[in-house]
């Protein structure tokens, strides 16, 4: 791996790195034609365990595409109400989204929120058609931490086979995600992985299959957070092994700005938003 000593440090620092996603939700502008349909949906006992669901307001519309969004937040920070602006953003585009929380370090430890992630979409799947969505047109997509958890899931069988969904996602997307981050060496990963006796097992990476559902995956090529190396290796692991996955780097783009592009003040600095909303367009029909 060739971006250990710089991804490490800046890990620790992630919240501090997202903190302006912040003031996107609080005071920036938002994408019209889309609402909150459903709030506070619990998917678990706990009080994290639950989700929000935005979709477009357009009147009668059933069936229509659904994606559960993670954030980021390295394991250990984040909220869903902070990240409504970007799941409208993709409301707006046609899909209804659902947002969910899940447990955090150090409550937690992987795998509980990996496990949470699934139990969430599962969820996600059965709710869905109340307020306009198709749970047989379902993807995943995350931003950060969000797009490990979103690609865990995916490709590793046991998650979704857990809550007796193994065939629900159709597709994934990963933003600026770390999918193949050995060793633990730094204390975002200590703590969220240092104590999993086979570490190879909480990296996406190593559940690249011919037969996985198709992936996206978006990096900044200016993002010292989690260095576009790690976008570039599980893409080439896919493809090697016969999988679909389709890569995009984006010159300029640190590990902020891929998700503030969602945002109609910054959408005009990358097309990541008419990317992988056209990925999702095509695989889910």
Not at 9 to 25: F, K, M, R, T
Not at 76 to 87: E, K, L
Not at 258 to 277: C, G, M, Q
Request: with cysteine.
């Amino acid at each position: 791996m060739t971006r250990r000593g710089l991804m490490g440090p800046a890990l620790g620092a992630l919240v501090a790195a997202c903190s302006p996603l912040g003031v996107l939700n609080r005071f920036g502008p938002r994408d019209a034609g889309v609402r909150r349909v459903a709030r506070d949906l619990p998917y678990g006992d706990d009080p994290r365990q639950r989700f929000d669901i935005h979709a477009p307001t357009v009147i009668g519309a059933t069936a229509l595409p659904t994606l559960v969004f993670f954030y980021g937040g390295g394991w250990d920070s984040g909220t869903r109400t902070v990240y409504a602006w970007a799941a409208q953003a993709l409301a707006a585009r046609g899909f209804v989204v659902a947002v969910p929380d899940y447990r955090l370090v150090p409550e937690v430890r992987f795998p509980a929120f990996i496990e949470d992630a699934a139990a969430a979409t599962a969820a996600v799947a059965a709710a869905v058609g109340d307020h306009g969505g198709d749970p047989g047109r379902l993807g995943v997509i995350g931003h950060s931490a969000g797009a490990h958890l979103a690609m865990m899931i995916t490709l590793d069988r046991r998650y979704m086979a857990a809550v007796d969904r193994p065939d629900l996602i159709r597709a994934a997307a990963g933003l600026a995600g770390p999918y193949d981050f050995l060793p633990f060496d730094v204390p975002a990963s200590v703590n969220a992985f240092g104590r999993t006796p086979d570490p190879t097992l909480t990296q996406p990476v190593t559940f690249a299959r011919a037969d996985a559902p198709p992936l996206w995956l978006g990096h900044g090529t200016a993002d010292t957070v989690v260095h576009d190396d790690d976008t570039v290796i599980l893409n080439d692991r896919m493809k090697a092994l016969g999988g679909r996955s389709e890569a995009h780097l984006y010159p300029g783009l640190n590990h902020a700005d891929l998700i503030a592009t969602f945002s109609p003040l910054f959408r005009k600095k990358a097309p990541v938003l008419d990317d992988v909303s056209g990925f999702f367009s095509r695989e889910l029909g």
